[in-house]
């Protein structure tokens, strides 16, 4: 895509040096805003991610509200599954009416069935300045299936871990099966509008390293190779610090990291601790994070005191986009956002001089 206007999260994705990195939040459109809660009080969460308006509405509220530079679509890992012939409601996570046992029980993706989210993300470029980004997004293979087979949400999906375990239960398929949709869905949201996309694994942090080399990466190389050359891929995948080395071999441009380990340590676990190895350009990768965002409920100052420090401890260096461990939580203070997006737009970078292989001490 041709830019007339420099778009500062796509830079820091090519690893371009910038003044400082760009800045957006996991769950920016929410219930800590109280116009969202004003329109939320009127319209259901299914028929606001139904109604094309509504749902561009509710993405560009944080917009208006702080400096972000790039917008997520309001919109619900699962719903793309609800025009695969799955039946959910929300109360307020996913719960299906019956659990998902085979890959066979789903019918193809079709993306007239998510015409209303296609629709929200063109309106939402179309009404946003250039140089701020829209990001499209789905859930991963092992993420999505989790919730079909379990048939609701777990603290620990034991259900699906069972079948993950079992060569004989068909859950490579369904994880195949859900790769191909989620590809499908992806591109058709980056030909909607979308500037680059992110997967979102929200329970892969439960599976062990055998596992997820086995049986969960190659889904996922499945995903993302059918996205190659379209549009940048962010992968986040909370509770992984086992996992983050093996993360650093998928395809991806951006990884997202928790707040579990140091920003510096978890970008050298993703892409290597040798120094030929991390300024290789084919195996760099930028790093989205990685602010606990239990940090924003202890107020402003101690906000803007962890940003600056996550901030310094990366001092600049290229690809780095700032943003939370995890999604803002509902009681989170407006003034604490405000403090997180200005500690950002404040910070005094070194122009990238360092390498982020050395530990900071």
Known sequence: MTRADPMRYLDAVAGRALDRPPVWLMRQAGRYLPEYRAIRSEVGFQDAISDPATAAELTLQPMRRFDLDAAIIFADIMTPLEGMGVSLTF???????????????????????????????????GALDSTKAVIGFCGAPFTLAAYLVQGSGSK????????????????TVLLDTLADAMADYLIAQLDAGADAIQVFDSWVGLVSRDDYRRVVMPSLHRLVTRLEGRGPVTYFAPGTSHLLDLVGSLPVDVVGVDWRLPIVEAW????????????????RRAIQGN????????????????????????????????NLGHGLTPDTPLDSVAA???AVAAWPAHAGEIDITETAT
């Open 291 to 322: 602010l606990d965002p239990a940090i924003l409920l202890a107020g402003p100052e101690v906000t803007a005191a962890h940003v600056t420090e996550i901030l310094d401890l990366v001092d600049g260096h290229p690809g780095h986009i700032f």
């Open 91 to 125: 109360d307020p996570g996913p719960r299906l009416d019956s659990p998902l046992r085979s890959a066979s029980e789903l019918t193809p993706f079709d993306a007239a069935h998510v015409a209303p989210t296609l629709e929200a993300l063109r309106l939402v470029r």
């Open 156 to 171: 620990d999906f034991l259900t699906a871990r069972a079948m993950l375990a079992d060569p004989q239960s068909g859950f």
């Open 340 to 342: 997180l997006v200005e």
């Open 268 to 283: 050298n676990l993703v892409c290597g601790r040798d120094d030929s190895h991390v300024n290789h350009p084919s195996s």
